[in-house]
């Protein structure tokens, strides 16, 4: 009521003229804008908790209860008819870390995890030096490297263990045709990490590949040139340059395939028509064995005790994987992942080159690409 | 991103002395077109990505006997149609159930992941908020949570709600994604510029028709490729599946690992059902992998 008598008297074109009817106050504005005010600040205050809040309503719901959910039947005995649990303490992961399955399955999965990281990162910088070049039909080549990730790892799993077939793999008939006795694909313990190490490889080096690439686009090429002027040899250049540059991308890199392949389970599940991991336990990794004892023998108790168990083994890792997206994240308003990834490469080679040009006496003008500006790392 | 093209010249004349006696160099160094090796390490590597999609046509198409031939031919035989037959009409595999499964469950996680990871990357990449940092970090740090983790109690709660068995239990887990936010947000904070969400402001729209309006055509690139990379490791995804789905309503994967235990001695069935799952997969990719690359050349172009 007293807004509209106050309108009637001041015009609205000045809002901030005090009422007169009480000077020591300003004056209030109209009503319908000021409730639009107040709703549009709600509307900034409110709607950025409302974005983010699917992914953390989401997360909780399938993710943070389930893992404590797993803590806690860990400690018990589950009965699957009644499906609640008895307390029983530290019983089961005592279980399981007596049963010599358990630390046969940690051997296989770390051996497997080596044999595929190992020379899947050394092909994929190579290949990524490749495709760094100024080749022709840039998206082509990029296309046809990252093809193998299109194909599922059960797919891929069913071809390989056709081509390391023991018997009539084509592998084993190539070498045949050398004059190389046949390799026991499936019954010895190393040649099926091999294998399954191979179907990995197969699927990931393009992707790995490509992150590389992209890491190596980022690396200025004004020292490439520099180093061209002064004489350094391609390789040297690849080694002295790019390799170096490469260093955060790598750690990255390294860190998800660690998580990735300490979880492995597709490939090995499928690598023969049983699915347990060989006679023997040859190629048993600790997901497969997980698999088993929660799915094959319905112990959920022993089955969470075993996840828990992988996830601490994770964790370990997953400290340093902590330490370094925390890097990442810190330095906001910058850029893109890759542009920081670009802008700490670019920096590294840059102190470098700094180093090396103070150390050598003449101070050129080797620092001028430092990176403080996101402009200069492109 | 596309540093090869327009800069490093200007960046010559402003770090070397003397940039006009030596840019003649440095310039052939640029232009210059790789030799005979690059191009055959190419041609070995691409021959190596698609031989193993050639080897399950050649004993795909071929029948029990090819694979024990110890004269084999490298020509397809042709039998692929029929192998492909025997595969669908097998009752235990229900393919076209399968199919429709895989089809169905990843465009919806696709579409779902996409639309939550861009509201929340726009959210973090350009709304300010209290507690913004930590929740970004919070959201970095689940990535290294193992899905093996919840896989029991997840188990049990599906099965306590009678879910189990069906696909609703491999779509609910999966409709966002740490990664998908993480990466929204590191894109959307380059791509645009401030000045563009305040005058949408002073236009009077409200923080929702400015997302709308604002963030989602900025984001298009990234996001297509978000979507892509959801689907395709939806659509490969085979653990979770495997143990909550019930195997008369499989996704691919699963139905291809029935195929294995059902018909382990022939391979050419086997690989058939192998290429038949994966061929939605490559023509998705012969589309949209030229969109993934001008994706992420388009956002490095321009802000």
């Given at each position: 009521m007293t807004t509209t008598a106050t309108n009637a008297t001041a015009p609205p074109s000045s809002p901030s003229r005090p009422d007169p009817a009480r000077p020591d106050r300003p004056r209030r504005e109209p009503r319908r804008i000021a409730f639009g005010h107040r709703l549009s600040r709600w509307d900034l205050k409110l709607s950025p908790y409302l974005y983010v809040s699917p992914f953390f309503i989401l997360f909780i719901v399938v993710g943070l209860f389930p893992i404590a959910y797993t803590a806690v039947i860990s400690f018990m005995d589950w009965d699957l008819v009644r499906n609640s649990g008895e307390f029983i303490g530290f019983e089961q992961y005592v279980y399981v870390l007596t049963q010599p399955k358990f630390w046969i399955a940690l051997r296989n999965t770390f051996s497997i995890f080596l044999l595929s990281s190992v020379p899947q990162l050394i092909l994929a910088i190579f290949i990524a030096a490749m495709l760094d070049q100024n080749i022709r039909a840039k998206t082509f080549w990029r296309m046809g490297v990252l093809l193998p990730y299109v194909m599922a790892p059960v797919a891929v799993a069913l071809i390989f263990s056709n081509m390391f077939g023991d018997k009539y793999g084509l592998v084993n008939t190539t070498l045949a045709d050398l004059g190389i006795p046949p390799i026991m694909w499936h019954s010895d313990a190393f040649a099926s990490h091999v294998a399954i190490a191979t179907m990995v490889n197969f699927r990931w080096t393009g992707y790995n590949t490509l992150i590389l690439l992209a890491a190596m686009q980022a690396i200025p090429r004004d020292y490439y040139e520099a180093a061209a002027i002064d004489g350094a040899s391609k390789l040297r250049q690849f080694f002295a340059i790019t390799v170096p540059s490469l260093r955060p991308t790598l750690i990255f890199v390294i860190i998800t395939s660690t998580i990735g392949g300490l979880q492995i389970f597709d490939e090995p599940r499928m690598y023969d028509q049983y699915g347990t991991g060989g006679a023997d336990s040859q190629w048993l990794t600790i997901t497969l064995y997980l698999y088993d004892i929660g799915w094959g023998q319905w112990n959920f108790g022993r089955a969470a005790a075993l996840a828990w168990i992988l996830f601490l083994i994770i964790l370990a890792i997953g400290i340093i994987n902590l330490l370094v997206t925390q890097r990442v994240v810190r330095?906001?308003?910058?850029?893109?992942s890759l542009g920081r990834r670009e802008q700490r490469a670019a920096a590294r080679a840059a102190r470098r080159d700094l180093r090396r040009a103070t150390s050598s006496g003449t101070l050129a003008d080797a620092p001028a690409p430092t990176t403080d500006t996101p402009e200069a790392a492109r | 991103m596309s540093v090869l093209n327009p800069a490093p010249l200007a960046v010559v004349e402003e770090g070397i002395p003397n940039a006009s006696t030596r840019r003649r160099r440095p310039r052939r160094v640029q232009g210059s077109r790789p030799g005979w090796f690059v191009y055959t390490s190419l041609v070995i590597v691409l021959g190596a990505a698609i031989f193993p999609f050639y080897w399950s046509f050649l004993i795909g198409s071929g029948d029990a006997s090819t694979i024990r031939d110890p004269n084999m031919s490298w020509l397809p035989g042709g039998n692929f149609l029929e192998n492909a037959a025997s595969v669908i009409n097998d009752p235990a595999v229900n393919f076209w159930r399968a199919l429709w499964n895989s089809v169905y469950s990843s465009a919806l996680i696709a579409a779902s992941v996409v639309f939550f990871s861009t509201l929340a990357g726009w959210a973090f990449a350009k709304l300010r908020f209290r507690g913004s940092k930590w929740l970004l970090v919070f959201v970095v740090a689940t990535m290294a949570v193992p899905t093996q983790l919840g896989v029991v109690p997840l188990y049990i709660l599906f099965s306590d709600l009678g879910w189990t068995g069906n696909i609703g239990a491999i779509i609910i887990p999966a409709l966002t994604s740490a990664f998908g936010v993480f990466w929204m947000t590191q894109y959307l904070q380059q791509a645009v510029p401030d000045e563009l969400i305040e005058a949408a402001r002073v236009d009077g729209a409200s923080s929702f028709r400015t997302f709308l309006t604002v963030g989602l055509p900025a984001a298009r690139p990234a996001a297509a490729m978000l979507g892509l990379f959801t689907f395709v490791s939806a659509w490969n995804n085979f653990f979770w599946p495997f143990i909550v789905l019930d195997r008369n309503d499989p996704t691919l994967p699963v139905a291809l690992s029935l195929l294995q235990s059902n018909y382990f001695v022939d391979y050419s069935i086997v690989l058939a059902g192998v290429l038949l799952s994966t061929i939605p997969l490559l023509i998705l990719f012969v589309f949209a992998g030229k969109q993934l690359v001008s994706g992420i050349m388009a956002g490095a172009v321009k802000g």
């Open positions: 330095d906001e308003g910058a850029r893109g | -």
